[in-house]
């Protein structure tokens, strides 16, 4: 049976996007240990690194086989990584919060988000990376989502994504004319992109104000920390668009502007 929108109660589509989420944060694991160093992501069947076993079903169902299994493999005995574990909690959290702000099926629609956003920022972090094979269906999701709000939110949309990849891109452009080497990443164009295309035109200011703060917090807290900062000091610029582009498309526009 097809849901529509008046199938689930809002608890109910925040319960579905939260379980959805569990298993989203099992494959998001997967991905961003396999993609950074070419494996194949769903040919190759999941195995316990320490013994080498195939996992079977009862080893994979989300958040549960971690705690029956306290943390182990249940074959010999060697530590599962947390990180699924924290994944899976994590995913299912942000679909609660997206069900908390915007009930009913866009409950839907903001985990995806979220989910998208949390594996950009895991490789961008860890690898200094936002490949197109993700930052593409970004921008892709976003246009779907928005179109089935009508042609309308489609247009603005539509011009976001071109938006926000023309202004990074041409700003990277200038800044490796000028300097003569690289000042942004090849994928930060194509994931602001993928910002404009959830959050609109509109949002875009909002986006990348929420991701400014966000890096100068990291470098400010650096620097009570003691830590040496640089003017060439590589920051992984995905994680603070990450943080920008889901605060704006939770709460809107800073100053409360919101698309007709």
Do not use: N
Request: hydrophobic share 55%; net charge positive.
């Amino acid at each position: 049976m097809i849901l529509d929108a008046h199938s689930l109660p809002d608890w109910g589509w925040m319960a579905l996007a939260a379980t959805l989420g569990a298993v989203a944060g099992s494959f998001i694991g997967l991905i961003s240990l396999r993609l950074p160093v070419g494996r194949p992501v769903g040919a190759a069947r999941s195995a316990c690194d320490g013994c080498g076993r195939r996992l079977g079903v009862l080893d994979l169902v989300p958040i549960l086989s971690f705690v029956a299994l306290r943390g182990r493999c249940r074959t010999c005995g060697s530590p599962i990584a947390r990180r699924y574990l924290l994944l899976e909690v994590g995913c299912a959290l942000l679909a609660v919060w997206a069900g908390v702000v915007h009930p009913g099926p866009l409950a839907l629609a903001g985990a995806l988000l979220a989910w998208q956003l949390l594996l950009l920022c895991l490789l961008d972090a860890e690898h200094f990376w936002l490949p197109r094979v993700v930052t593409l269906p970004l921008v892709a999701s976003g246009l779907a989502v928005s179109a089935a709000s009508g042609p309308q939110a489609a247009l603005h949309s539509l011009i976001g994504a071109a938006a926000g990849f023309l202004s990074l891109a041409t700003i990277a452009a200038l800044y490796r004319r000028l300097r003569g080497r690289e000042g942004l990443g090849g994928g930060d164009a194509y994931m602001l992109a993928g910002a404009g295309a959830w959050v609109g035109w509109i949002g875009l200011p909002t986006t990348l104000l929420w991701a400014s703060l966000a890096g100068l917090s990291l470098v400010a807290s650096s620097l009570l920390a003691g830590r040496k900062v640089t003017a060439d000091q590589r920051l992984p610029f995905g994680v603070f668009l990450a943080a920008g582009t889901w605060l704006t498309w939770l709460y809107g526009p800073l100053g409360g502007v919101r698309l007709p």
